[in-house]
DNA sequence: CGACACTTTGAAGACGATCAACGCCGGTGG
DNA sequence: CCACCGGCGTTGATCGTCTTCAAAGTGTCG
């Protein structure tokens, strides 16, 4: 998992291409504040006022339906930030809740610094369209796996996206929040998320408690969606993610 | 609806905040080019080599599972942009094709051109980074809305999105896209598009043909969504806005 | 040990997908 | 002018999947 302890803040993706007087220079207009897990962080309705890089736990962003459903947008890890559309767009708002779901340390800056700033260095800008972009991206093509997969395959990809990116042992590894909360992340109910995992077993993934097993590499194919853009997102894994997801010439949807 | 002839393509939002001069440099590189109704403008796998924006018409993206199944990511209409995201994440190949749905016009620039200008010009990588960011921001709400709202709603706040969008008159408007087409882009089946248009007349919008009134505004409170970033989309609609869109002080998620 | 949150499992129900048939319309060709 | 066709949309019936409701099981922490 990306950590952006105080130390390592300077290699987040955010700064990259920023000289160190530069990064030095952005950095130290914000303030590290730390939240209980179950802290929120702001709330639907609040006023826009904080552009957050969480750099250790986890946020929760989600908002609830009249009807007292909890509907979660994304989970927020460390290394990403929070606020940065709302703040380009002028929202006034926030248009959802935002809680951590660990313990968790952010950075907050004020809005007026990251609207400064990604005009003066365009190369923030850059990084921050990039990063808001690849959300969005996922965004699309989750909303397009609810429409054309299962709920075990969703789990599947799902589990799989996150051994990749958060550089976990496909042999063996815990997940990183509650099943409920993925439950939720994935837009599905609890229930149906229980079911799927159990299924899962059949198809070469078996889930014991809160752990993970890739049991049979080849088979997660049968899972592998080509078009999760997992590819450009952590560089150093190449070799992993030929062995999970290996698109075939030609091949396109999720199959 | 914005057009983008070559006369109004200085009013573009990507292009808002430059100087004339500027846009004159910005726009020249590009050249104008025709594709008519059906006409491909790349297709899944071919190599990333421009970036369009769309002047007239409007273009399809959409992506085909192995088995036949075909999936709209996207309808691109005049005044936005195709290929963005790709080019700033350096993604070699497209991950969808791309397809007129009218007879389409859109002015093409090499992928050097977006890079380097939006280098050069942070107001240009600023605007298009909003776009593109609104765009994500819309997925992710209608990835909730699919698990949070039945057809019917789905498609009421469609309807009512592209009205408020397209600056048509809520009494009586003809959609500007096959049913078949709306139908793929709301992830639904166009049986359940078709069951679902003729539940809408209990609650208030009739639909006869491709031509749509909402013959209740007060009803449409029922499917509004105060979530849908409508708001700062078209800045000079407040009035039909807020006829439409009521969005009441403590409410959130969609009804 | 007991309280509580989290998870699993079972059974019933709702919704959308699928399959199938039909109506409508514009275009084409005889 | 009519017959035929294909694309598009509607409607009906059936089926599978997910949600919902209910209850029991598991784990953790005081």
Redesign the interface.
Known sequence: MQRASPDNIRTLRLFSGLSEQEKDNLIQAGRTRRYANRQYLFV??DQVRLFHIVCDGAVQLF????DG?E?T??IIAAGDTIG??EI????ATH?FNAIAVKDTAAIEFPIAWLKEN???Y??L??N???M??????T??I???H???MTAPQQIACFLERLCILHDYDPHGFDLPYSKTLIASRL??EIETFSRGLAKLHEHGITIRGARVFFDDIEKMENYACS?C?IS?TCQEHELLRGQLSRPKP??????
Chains 1, 2 share one sequence.
């Open positions: 639907y309705g908002r609830e339906t009249p459903h509907m947008s994304d940065g559309a380009l767009q002028s929202q248009r990604s005009k003066r365009s190369i800008a850059l921050l369209l990039t808001l972009s690849r959300r969005g991206n965004a699309m989750e909303a397009e609810k429409a054309t837009g599905m078009n853009s450009d030609g091949r396109v949807g999720c199959a």
